[in-house]
């Protein structure tokens, strides 16, 4: 049984030869340099070359990342923008090292302006260079105000026909060998034609005016501070202006999120190979360590969590990939994957080095690395912050939904048909996020409700619902970001055990198992849900504690809260099994020396 990827028995059953051939290729091609060489380049900090020019040769980076309007431009058959696919690159890229999945980040994160851009030739120039192997890289941070968009100083003013552009740019991957970077700024005041107005504009790195100051960490990734002195702009490079280019940065950022999740997912999986293999061969005072109670109870939640960031993640992506001007319920999804799945990615790092201990700072593990590297993702597109106050937008219409009074929207399957997700570069204005509709969640949770910690989950909502309804936040708590943020995870936390019922439910029920690909969920079981709840429940009862101790609070808030902490049910025969599945594993994967 396995509801993890394991590149040992990894078999590809992609709709087209060329994705499994290039998702084979790539797992090959870690192997093959193996661990030690790895963790040997990783510590120096060295740049991966070999890792490009391979995935140039392969055609990789531009099979997955060219929209099929613009591949078909270019004789590309097989090009398009599949979320499907593009999840597994995620998954294995970040299995390896995420250093390595970086690179292709920051590639989606600059092409998202020219994709959505009308420009028709810059279009064609990217996707050649794409076709050719190059990266790209995406301009929009700055060192003073951070990505914060609407105060940037990188000024185009009129010159001729055209611009010159002076600023500098930092927090940007693949400066030092991106073919193009999509860069934001804005025009000169006094500019005849748009004065003061936001756009989007494309930078050749190798121009002498533009100045590579140095990377910012020390990494193999390579995270640039940059800078522009009279870079020309001409009306060729220009991809947005106005309103349409911060249209263009969000929806950008809206396609990187999902890509965050599945990257912690893919560092958690291979991190918990490790733990797994160790602790189950390691004796202390005479016990094997995995026989101590506590080191049970942590590995069992681990995987829990693992599990549900999976099953989370691969039902959002059906969300997204049938978005449409009418159905946008991918914008609460999505920041869910970033922030959700992410924070979860941690928390399993957190319980497996608890388990292996000293063993987690060894130099030549890979849980060394994961370490570090799971801390990044929460952090990237939004701070988690950020993305709590938007993911609260939604929640007037969600509980709409909830109370059957929701818009009829269709009933989403598991999409995993060889399409191009037209609808992410169509995204456009970035506006109406709290008029957005939902669906009735309740079905989702009825199927499982004979579940003893689905049915104890269950009443905590309606603890919630009932909480936003008699007690919602007043005046100063809407300005409060402080008692929001503790609102946010318990409406959060709803959401995301939604969406994992959902993905069960199609792969129990309805032969909706993703087999073949990364996400397989065919061995999952009733009792796998029931084990995610118990976690489920626990989190939304610690979630409502907190907000029961802000002392911004009302005691009507209080009062309200309480229903909501409650204990799972953790049967001792159920849990037997469910730990005898997760030691199932040791052994089971070991990277290649």
Known sequence: MSLLFNPADYRPNQSDDATAADLTALIEFFESKGLAQMKEEHHANAWYDDFLTALASN???????????????LGASDARWDTTRINELNEILAFYSLSYWYAWQVTVLGLGPVWTSS???????????LADGAVFGFGLSEKTHGADIYSTDMVLTKSGDGWRATGS??????????????????????????????????????????????????????????????????????????KPAWDAALATVNVGKANLGWAS?????????????????RVLYGTTV?????????????????????????????????????????????PLTKMKVTGEGERVIDLLWDVIAARGFEQDTYFEQAATHIRALPKLEGTVAVNVALVLKFLPQYLLAAAGQGPDLPEIGVVQYANDDEYLFAQGPASGLGKIGFHDPTPAFARFAHLPNVAIFSAQMKAFANLVTSAPPNADQQRDLDYLQSLGQ???????????????ALALDAGGTREGTVSDFSDLSEAHIDRLFAVFVQDLAEYALQLHGRSSATPEQREAALPMIAAPVIDPVAEKDFVAEVLSYDGAYTMAP
Request: some cysteine; aromatic content about 12%; charged content about 20%.
């Open 119 to 129: 420009n028709e030739a810059a279009k064609e120039l990217v996707g050649e260079l």
């Open 169 to 242: 740019k930092y927090y940007i991957g693949n400066g030092n060998v991106a073919g193009r970077l999509s860069v934001f700024g804005r025009f000169a005041d006094d500019d005849p034609d748009a004065p003061g107005e936001y756009a989007f504009f494309l930078v050749d790195p190798s121009h002498p005016s533009y100045t590579l100051e140095k990377n910012l960490v020390a990494s193999q990734m390579f995270v640039a501070a940059f800078s522009l002195t009279d870079y020309p702009v001409e009306a060729s490079d220009i991809l947005h202006t106005g």
């Open 265 to 281: 997912i893919g560092i958690c999986e291979h991190a918990f190979y490790e733990a797994v293999n160790h602790a189950n061969n």
């Open 59 to 73: 055609g990789t980076f531009a099979r997955f990342g060219t929209p099929a309007e613009v591949g078909a431009l």
């Open 290 to 334: 995995t026989d101590f109670p506590h080191v049970r109870r942590m590995l069992a939640d681990a995987y829990a969590r693992l599990v549900a960031m999976k099953l989370f993640a691969a039902r959002a992506t059906d969300y997204m990939r049938t978005a449409s001007e009418d159905d946008r319920r991918f914008l609460l999804f999505n």
């Open 490 to 504: 318990l409406f959060t936390q709803i959401v995301y055990a939604q969406l994992v019922c959902e993905a069960a």
